[in-house]
């Protein structure tokens, strides 16, 4: 019973560099999405999905990507580290429209 | 868009108060609201979910209550406890169930 897995927990990147943030859920979850943190920000959301294939942008998209192509994963791809994509990063799920959203334990990613 | 805002930002009470957290937002088309608690460090773990036809929502020594009319919430927690300290956060969902709107949480310390 794991629930939202998220890996790496911790990361440090070079600004420039890519990498990708990754979201696994085992609770056939149809509807995923990420967040970032940051003080005196709350939590944003970035990019979501309601379903394998279908994505669409949050709040916050500018410099991420995304993609779901099976239930489980929703990987989040940063394309060029900037040090403003320094925060830390929640992946979340859901079963359906306004259900209950259970969330990862969260990446800290910092960007120098 | 939807703005949540949360008060008092930040609230230390000594042990066996009972306490009143407080939410507000916007635009009352809201799907529902769920509470979360954020410990140091640590992800969201769900407290309350209230659905946008109920008034009220409990679950143990916690209450939420919800006017959507008025664009309210609030959570009420009896005699706490000093394991109740976190980070306590609202979030409101858009009208189609499948996006989250944070507020930026009320810090609660209860002292021993």
């Known amino acids: 019973n794991a629930g939202v897995t998220q890996t790496p927990k911790f990361q440090v990147l070079k600004t420039g560099q890519s990498m990708t943030l990754q979201c696994a859920q085992d609770m056939n979850h149809e509807y995923m999405s990420w967040y970032r943190q940051d003080p005196g920000m709350g939590l944003r959301l970035i990019h979501y999905s309601v379903g394998a294939g279908i994505t669409d942008q949050g709040e916050v998209p500018n410099g991420y990507n995304v993609s779901r192509s099976t239930t489980e994963d929703f990987p989040l791809r940063l394309l060029s580290a900037a040090p403003s994509q320094t925060s830390v990063y929640f992946c979340?799920?859901?079963?359906?429209?306004?259900?209950?959203?259970?969330f990862g334990s969260g990446t800290r990613l910092t960007v120098v | 868009k939807q703005e949540v805002t949360q008060i008092p930002a930040a609230l230390s009470v000594p042990e066996g108060e009972n306490l009143v957290l407080n939410c507000s937002f916007t635009d009352s088309a809201i799907y529902n609201l769920q509470w979360f608690r954020q410990d140091p460090g640590k992800g969201l773990t769900s407290l309350l979910l209230?659905?946008?036809?109920?008034r009220e929502q409990t679950s143990g020594r916690l209450n939420a209550s919800l006017d959507k009319s008025s664009g309210r919430s609030t959570l009420y927690i009896a005699a706490s406890q000093p394991g109740d300290s976190a980070t306590y956060l609202c979030?409101?969902?858009?009208?189609?169930?499948?996006?989250?709107?944070f507020g930026g949480g009320t810090r609660l310390m209860v002292k021993p």
């Open positions: 979340a799920s859901s079963y359906s429209s306004g259900a209950y959203y259970t």
């Open positions: 979030a409101v969902y858009n009208n189609a169930g499948n996006m989250l709107t």
């Open positions: 209230i659905q946008s036809s109920q």
